[in-house]
């Protein structure tokens, strides 16, 4: 029987496969980097939640951000709105006035023409008034 220390070398560790190396239990490398990493990792876990809380009040923030922005937009178009009836209602008396102030005008030159008419009516009317009663006469006059 071999002694104990040679018995024990068998499964200390070796290295990864290669080149003939003397027998033994293949070294546990992953095991060796978990182990090695583990404690970083167990430090991050920390940071993990601290990465979800930030996340949570962005997106939280993002929210408020969206919704103070939809009600300034809201606000906006409301007064746009606002601001676009009072300017059709202001471009709607300004036609009405213009209107208006041309239908003045039009009734003043209908009645300029109307007593420029009756003004040439009456140096006319006493002419013809004559000619008519110079006509009726003539026809008195071969009737007998």
Request: glycine residues 4%; charged residues 30%; negative net charge.
């Amino acid at each position: 029987m071999p002694p104990l220390r040679d018995f024990l070398t068998r499964f200390r560790p070796a290295g990864s496969p290669g080149a003939a190396a003397r027998v033994g239990v293949p070294a546990d490398r992953s095991g060796e980097l978990e182990a090695e990493v583990a404690p970083v990792l167990a430090r991050l876990a920390g940071t993990e939640a601290e990465r979800e809380r930030l996340i949570t009040q962005a997106q939280r923030e993002a929210e408020q951000i969206v919704a103070a922005a939809q009600s300034a937009a809201d606000a906006i178009a409301a007064d746009a709105a606002q601001r676009a009836e009072n300017i059709r209602e202001q471009a709607a008396r300004q036609v009405l006035t213009a209107a208006r102030e041309q239908a003045d005008r039009t009734v003043q030159d209908a009645g300029q023409q109307a007593a420029q008419i009756r003004e040439l009516a009456r140096q006319r009317m006493p002419a013809l008034v004559s000619r008519i009663i110079g006509t009726i006469s003539e026809l008195r006059v071969e009737d007998p």
